[in-house]
Nanobody
Framework: MCSCRRSGGGLVRAGGSLRLSCVASGTFFSINTMGWYRQAPGKQRELVASITSGGRTNYADFVKGRFIISRDNAKSTIYLQMNSLNSEDTATYYC???????????????WGKGTLVTVSS
């Protein structure tokens, strides 16, 4: 069993910064890729950034140069530093982790509860 617990989020003015964190808790064999997705009202959920266990990162074009994803494997935690926020970044942000519960099991994706980020202009 595994769960993703997120923290951070809230209200920030345009141009400001926020930091999100997410920890994968429970008993598992390994964690592969972890990442952040977001969903704005009326829109589909989209990838924001992801990071592998080896530290390879992937960013959506709309956050490149503004957001930084990082990971602490010892703590099973990822962070998303969001800078230069604008109103288009307003969305509910979801943590995702691809986890293998045991040596013989398949990878499964786990989602954290969303956290709302609101950017005021």
């Amino acid at each position: 069993m595994c769960s993703c617990r997120r923290s951070g989020g809230g209200l920030v003015r345009a141009g400001g910064s926020l930091r999100l964190s997410c920890v994968a808790s429970g008993t598992f064999f390994s964690i592969n890729t972890m990442g952040w997705y977001r969903q704005a009202p009326g829109k589909q959920r989209e990838l924001v950034a992801s990071i592998t266990s080896g530290g390879r990162t992937n960013y959506a074009d709309f956050v490149k140069g503004r957001f930084i994803i990082s990971r602490d494997n010892a703590k099973s935690t990822i962070y998303l530093q969001m800078n230069s926020l604008n109103s288009e970044d307003t969305a509910t942000y979801y943590c995702n982790a691809v986890i293998r519960l045991s040596y013989s099991s398949s990878d499964m994706a786990y989602w954290g509860k969303g956290t709302l980020v609101t950017v005021s202009s």
